[in-house]
Structure formats: structure tokens, C-alpha cells
């Protein structure tokens, strides 16, 4: 990276959290008008955090401050009948993934490989 988001720009005691909340903030900023983007964004950072004084998250739910989005789409239930049932209830088990549900814990507990890291939606690490 070049220009004001390289590390280097910043002093060495600043170069750790706080670069990374910058480049978050500027690459949440930066994908307004890209909604998928700004979705991995989101789900990749944690940003915008909670309680944050500069870019606060809202809630989506007012009803509901602890509402839960989930990390992954639900898988449909498998049919015995598949020819691939054994295979793909194999593969899922492997996974970890619970076929057949939609609650949103546990979509926000079974997590992809690539998103098992990240942290939660609003904790902004």
C-alpha cells in the first residue's frame, strides 16, 4: 500500500489497532455504494463497532439490541432418497454444518473455513 492508509505513515506506537481500525473504517467507507462488498467488510473486520465514538453500529432491530445475523446462508434438509445423501451428510458432518436448520445461532456458530477467525459482527478486533 502507498499514500495516507500505508502503515508507515503513522508512528510506531500507532501502528497496531490503531492502522487497523483506519483501514477498516476507510475500506467500510469506501464500499457504501458496493453492497456485498461492504457485507464481507462488515463480516470480515467487525467494523462499525459497537459503543464506537467515531462509527458507532446501529441496531437493526430496536426491539431487539442483541439480534443476530447470521454468518452463513442455511443448508436445506437432506433426502434420504439422494443418491448423494451419504456423501453430502458426510461432508457436512466434516464441516460441521447442521443441514435442514435456520436458526441463527447455530448459523452464526457454523462457520465457512475462511470466516472461522473473524470476529463477531460489532466487535470491531
Do not use: C
Not at 442455511?74 to 439422494?82: Q, R
Not at 445461532?105 to 473473524?118: A, G, V
Request: proline share 10%; glycine share 6%; no cysteine.
Amino acid at each position: 500500500m502507498n499514500g495516507i492508509t500505508s502503515r508507515d505513515h503513522f508512528p510506531p506506537f500507532l501502528r497496531g489497532r490503531f492502522y487497523r481500525f483506519f483501514h477498516n473504517i476507510q475500506q467500510y467507507i469506501h464500499f457504501v455504494y458496493s453492497p456485498n462488498e461492504l457485507f464481507v467488510t462488515v463480516r470480515r473486520s467487525g467494523y462499525p463497532k459497537k459503543g464506537s465514538p467515531l462509527l458507532a453500529r446501529k441496531a437493526f432491530d430496536s426491539s431487539n439490541p442483541n439480534y443476530i445475523i447470521p454468518r452463513r446462508m442455511p443448508i436445506p434438509a437432506l433426502s434420504p432418497t439422494d443418491q448423494m445423501y451419504s456423501i453430502k451428510e458426510n461432508a457436512f458432518r466434516q464441516q460441521g454444518f447442521t443441514p435442514g436448520t435456520n436458526n441463527p445461532l447455530t448459523l452464526q456458530d457454523e462457520r465457512i473455513w475462511y470466516d472461522k477467525n473473524t470476529p463477531a459482527y460489532g466487535t470491531g478486533q
